[in-house]
């Protein structure tokens, strides 16, 4: 029963390197989401989508760009990674817009 | 902009006490409030969640809704140490047109138990 799986859990990136976030769901979820996490702040949304082929900003999407070409699927796409992009991210998904957001282990990213 | 507030502790609690959980929330439309706990280095887990005000249990936990004055809680009864983590108070993100787009967390409350 493996619900959400992110890969990797850790990376260490260089300054204007880009790197994709993946994450897959084997629920049949429509809702996806990809959250941060930095310390002692609660999560921000980035991006979200609503089904396969939509998707939409969250919060604070700047420097982020997501795709979804299945229902399962939804990476996350850093491109000319900063060092404000070190945070705990975190990919999610729901089958609906009430219910429980199930979240995958996280990956901690590290931009030197 | 939608705003969910936590107390961010840490709240110290005795073990076997009631340990209370506050979480204020500013979008009167709210209809779902959710309870997560995050272990130090793990991802957040449901715990509670509740639609109706008034109290709703599920064994040591019990979650309290109150619309009128856009307060949510969470009361853990005899508190175990293996209850010790951070809270996270969570409520559905709806656009203008009625859309999701995930859900509004607080900051989270750090809960230590102490033996």
């Known amino acids: 029963n493996a619900g959400v799986t992110q890969t990797p859990k850790f990376r260490i990136l260089k300054i204007g390197q880009s790197m994709t976030l993946q994450c897959t769901q084997d629920?049949?979820?429509?809702?996806m989401y990809w959250y941060r996490q930095d310390p002692g702040m609660g999560l921000k949304l980035i991006y979200y989508?609503?089904?396969?082929?939509?998707?939409d900003k969250g919060e604070v999407p700047n420097g982020y760009n997501v795709s979804r070409s299945t229902t399962e699927d939804f990476p996350l796409r850093l491109e000319l990674a900063a060092p404000s992009q070190t945070s705990v991210y975190f990919c999610a998904s729901s089958y609906g817009l009430n219910t429980e957001a199930f979240f995958g282990q996280g990956t901690r990213l590290t931009v030197v | 902009q939608k705003e969910v507030e936590q107390n961010s502790g840490p709240l110290s609690v005795p073990e076997g006490a009631i340990a209370s959980l506050n979480c204020t929330y500013s979008?009167?439309?709210?209809?779902?409030f959710f309870w997560y706990r995050q272990y130090s280095g793990k991802s957040p887990e449901l715990i509670m969640f509740?639609?109706?005000?008034g109290d709703k249990e599920d064994g040591r936990f019990t979650a309290q809704l109150n619309k009128a004055s856009q307060y949510v809680s969470l009361l853990i009864r005899d508190s175990q140490p293996s209850d010790s983590a951070t809270y996270l108070c969570?409520?559905?993100?709806?656009?203008?047109?009625?859309?999701?787009?995930?859900?509004?967390f607080g900051k989270g409350t750090h809960l230590i138990i102490q033996p």
């Open positions: 989508s609503v089904g396969a082929g939509i998707t």
């Open positions: 629920m049949n979820h429509n809702y």
């Open positions: 979008d009167r439309g709210s209809q779902s």
């Open positions: 509740i639609y109706s005000n």
């Open positions: 969570a409520v559905p993100r709806i656009d203008s047109g009625g859309g999701a787009d995930g859900l509004t």
